[in-house]
């Protein structure tokens, strides 16, 4: 079936360590995101990438990074610049073209800072 | 600046009554307007949308919203409440024009709590 898969479901990673979080999607989307949801704040946009090999800065990009070498992979990285990484993070797309269409979204990853 | 506001962080309902969840936005020009609903732990599921045409939009498990200019608002509603409508629900828009980059600016999310 056709969808976006996030992994790792929950990850825990140690102050002052990068961790990736992996979105692949076999909808033949063109454009991808990375949210961040934190309790009583919505989704707060990271990253957004309309085309492979394009990327732009959301809202809070500080302290993450993005890559989008293939259409179907826009991985996202959390840096140790990152103050407060500790949140839900949602990847999302939606075929480009128009600006009528939904997004669609993964299941989430759960980052988790001991 | 685009923004949304549901000004209810929790609405309580109980099953079989009707249910109205608020959203009202602030956008340049005609807006495209979306809900979306959330169970613990999960993704966002897509419910409808608002493109253009008929103010009031039917979507995915009963649900629907009125769009209202005027108002600029989007409010969701269904006629009777399941118990397992319960979950978390996002209203979202995007402006129109030929810049826009497809993102979607969400509210901060309204908890329906429908009781048996």
């Known amino acids: 079936d056709g969808g976006i898969t996030q992994s790792p479901k929950y990850l825990f990673r140690k102050e002052g360590q990068n961790v990736t979080l992996s979105c692949e999607q076999n909808?033949?989307?063109?454009?991808m995101y990375w949210y961040r949801q934190d309790p009583g704040q919505g989704l707060r946009l990271i990253y957004y990438?309309?085309?492979?090999?394009?990327?732009q800065k959301g809202d809070i990009a500080e302290g993450y990074s993005v890559s989008r070498e293939k259409k179907e992979s826009f991985p996202l990285t959390v840096t140790s610049a990152q103050k407060n990484p500790t949140a839900f993070y949602l990847c999302?797309?939606?075929?480009?073209?128009?600006?009528?269409?939904?997004?669609?979204f993964g299941e989430g990853s759960r980052l988790t800072v001991l | 600046a685009q923004s949304v506001a549901q000004p209810e962080d929790q609405v309580n309902v109980a099953e079989g009554n009707p249910l109205t969840v608020k959203c009202t936005y602030s956008?340049?020009?005609?807006?495209?307007l979306f809900w979306y609903v959330q169970y613990p732990n999960r993704g966002l599921q897509f419910l409808l949308k608002?493109?253009?045409?008929?103010?009031l939009v039917k979507g995915s498990y009963g649900f629907e919203a009125e769009f209202n200019k005027s108002q600029t608002s989007f409010h969701l509603k269904k006629p009777s409440a399941l118990v397992s409508d319960s979950a978390l629900y996002f209203c979202?828009?995007?402006?129109?024009?030929?810049?826009?980059?497809?993102?979607?600016?969400f509210g901060q999310g309204t908890t329906l709590q429908v009781k048996p």
């Open positions: 608002y493109i253009t045409g008929d103010n």
């Open positions: 956008v340049s020009g005609n807006p495209y």
């Open positions: 979202a828009v995007r402006g129109r024009g030929s810049s826009n980059t497809g993102k979607l600016i």
């Open positions: 999302a797309s939606r075929t480009s073209g128009t600006n009528t269409g939904e997004l669609f």
């Open positions: 909808l033949n989307h063109d454009a």
């Open positions: 990438s309309q085309i492979v090999n394009d990327f």
